[in-house]
Structure formats: structure tokens, C-alpha cells
């Protein structure tokens, strides 16, 4: 089944403790994109990748990092998680080009206290 | 800086019935808009997507409609039924890339047996 998979979908945390959440898909899909999702604020995109070992900033990259090794994983880093962190993370891919539909991941619900 | 806005936030409809979701968006420049649908505790999926140079899409009982000059999208669903109950998100993007999407809050429909 073609799907994009996040691990784990639900995390607790306290401030200042490295965290990784990851995200991987098996339709070898170029492209792969995290956001956030916030109450009055909408999904705001964080990180994407265009391909492997190109990645770029979004709208809100502050306090994170990605990586992007393989073509399937694309893992967020947050090396210092802070409480306006906590949100709900959503991961997507699709082929390269823009005329692609996206395929979301389930999410991840974060918090940080 | 690109805004979306979605219009209704909410709307509950009894089954049948036909409606439409309005989605405007500040900066006509776009290279495509994309209609997604969000139900609770799962991730995204794509609904419809227009081209900038395209009037509309059609789905099945969905049909998307773009006047780009006027920076307006409208989601008409024929024939409302109980299972179409979630939240709609329209999202645009400007490059051709497709790489940067920006989203608008939602309209988060009801649809009442």
C-alpha cells in the first residue's frame, strides 16, 4: 500500500529534550515537506526536500532541522524542543513537479512541557 | 506575503444538500491551488487540483472552480452526504516548483443524516 508513515504519532516530552520524529514513504517520491498545524494559524510548512541532500527553509524553520540522506526518510530534528513547540506535525510527498498531488502522513501530536 | 482565507469556518448542512466552500487568496500570482480534505486524527488528502491556467476540476460530486484574477476558489459538493462530514482545506502555491504551499484554516463541514 502506497502510504507515508510517521513515528510515533503520539509524543510527551519536557523542554530541552532532543527529539527526532520520522517520516518515511515507499512511493519514491522526490519530494517531502513538513508542517505544523496550530489552532488559528492553519498547516504552515517548516521544512521540504526536493530531492536527496537538498532540503530548504519553509515558513517556520526556527528550532528545527531535517535531513535528508535517502530518498524515503525524512526525518524533523528538534535538538532543543521548547513548549511552542507543541503542535501537530504532518509529513507529505510526491513526485517531483508541481502538478502532483501530495500524500500526507497520519501526524504526529507534540507536546512539550 | 501570501494569506489564504476560507469561508465558511463551519457549516452543517442536512444530507442531500448541495453547497459550496469558498476559498480567496491575496496574491493572484499562483501557479496552482489545491483542495485537500482533513478528517479527525488522520492526515490529508488531496482532493482536486487546478492549474493556474484551468477554470476547474472536477471529482466525481466535487467540482473546484479558480478565477485567479479575482483570487477566488470555490469547492461545490453535489448531493451532501454524512461521510463527506470533515474539514476542507484549500492551499495555494506560487512556484512552479511546487515546493512552498500556503494554507488557508479550514471549513469544517457537518453534514446531518
Known amino acids: 500500500e502506497a502510504q507515508v508513515t510517521q513515528n510515533p504519532r503520539y509524543l510527551i516530552t519536557v523542554t530541552g529534550k532532543k527529539l527526532t520524529v520520522t517520516c518515511s514513504q515507499n512511493?519514491?517520491?522526490?519530494?517531502m515537506s513538513w508542517y505544523r498545524q496550530d489552532p488559528g494559524l492553519g498547516l504552515r510548512q517548516i521544512y521540504y526536500?526536493?530531492?536527496?541532500?537538498?532540503?530548504d527553509k519553509g515558513d517556520v524553520p526556527e528550532g528545527y532541522k531535517v535531513s535528508r540522506k535517502e530518498k524515503r526518510n525524512f526525518p524533523l530534528i528538534l535538538e532543543s524542543p521548547s513548549p511552542n513547540q507543541t503542535s501537530l506535525y504532518f509529513c507529505a510527498s510526491r513526485l517531483a513537479g508541481a502538478l502532483y498531488e501530495q500524500y500526507f502522513g497520519p501526524g504526529t501530536r507534540l507536546t512539550v512541557t | 506575503k501570501q494569506e489564504v482565507t476560507q469561508i465558511p469556518a463551519a457549516l452543517s448542512v442536512p444530507e442531500g444538500e448541495n453547497l459550496v466552500l469558498n476559498c480567496s487568496f491575496t496574491?493572484?500570482?499562483?501557479?496552482?491551488l489545491q483542495w485537500f480534505r482533513q478528517d479527525p486524527g488522520k492526515g490529508l488528502t488531496s482532493l482536486l487540483l487546478i492549474q493556474s491556467s484551468q477554470r476547474e476540476q472536477t471529482s466525481g460530486r466535487l467540482n473546484a472552480s479558480l478565477d485567479k484574477s479575482s483570487g477566488r476558489s470555490t469547492l461545490y459538493i453535489a448531493a451532501s452526504q454524512p461521510g463527506d462530514s470533515a474539514t476542507y482545506l484549500c492551499?495555494?502555491?506560487?512556484?512552479?516548483?511546487?515546493?512552498?504551499?500556503?494554507f488557508g484554516e479550514g471549513t469544517q463541514l457537518t453534514v446531518n443524516p
Open positions: 492551499a495555494v502555491c506560487k512556484e512552479t516548483s511546487g515546493s512552498r504551499l500556503t
Open positions: 526536500s526536493m530531492n536527496v541532500e537538498v532540503t
Open positions: 512511493m519514491n517520491h522526490e519530494y
Open positions: 496574491d493572484s500570482a499562483i501557479y496552482n
